[in-house]
Nanobody, 115 residues
Framework: QVQLVESGGGLVQPGESLMLSCAAS????????MAWYRQAPGKQRERVAG???????NYRDSVKGRFTISRDNAKNTVYLQMNNLNPEDTAVYFC?????????WGQGTQVTVSS
């Protein structure tokens, strides 16, 4: 079993930054990939960024150059640094991992970008 707990969401103005954190319970965090997803009202959940066990990263096009995913294996935590936020980034953000073919999700953290 893996439990994922996100934090760091909030209300910001366009152009501002936020850093999301996702703390994972359990062992062997370092050998699994992690990812951030988001879901806006009325829209499907979409993958935002991912990071492999080796630290390789990937991003959806709309966040490239603005978002950075990273991980701290000593703290069992994955981060999402979000810069230059815009209203289209408003969504509930979830972290996720797949272990032995099963997807695990956190409860999500709300990010709202509004002036």
């Amino acid at each position: 079993q893996v439990q994922l707990v996100e934090s760091g969401g909030g209300l910001v103005q366009p152009g501002e930054s936020l850093m999301l954190s996702c703390a994972a319970s359990g062992s062997f965090f370092s050998i699994y990939g992690m990812a951030w997803y988001r879901q806006a009202p009325g829209k499907q959940r979409e993958r935002v960024a991912g990071i492999t066990s080796g630290g390789r990263t990937n991003y959806r096009d709309s966040v490239k150059g603005r978002f950075t995913i990273s991980r701290d294996n000593a703290k069992n935590t994955v981060y999402l640094q979000m810069n230059n936020l815009n209203p289209e980034d408003t969504a509930v953000y979830f972290c996720s991992t797949n272990r032995a073919g099963r997807d695990y999700w956190g409860q999500g953290t709300q990010v709202t970008v509004s002036s």
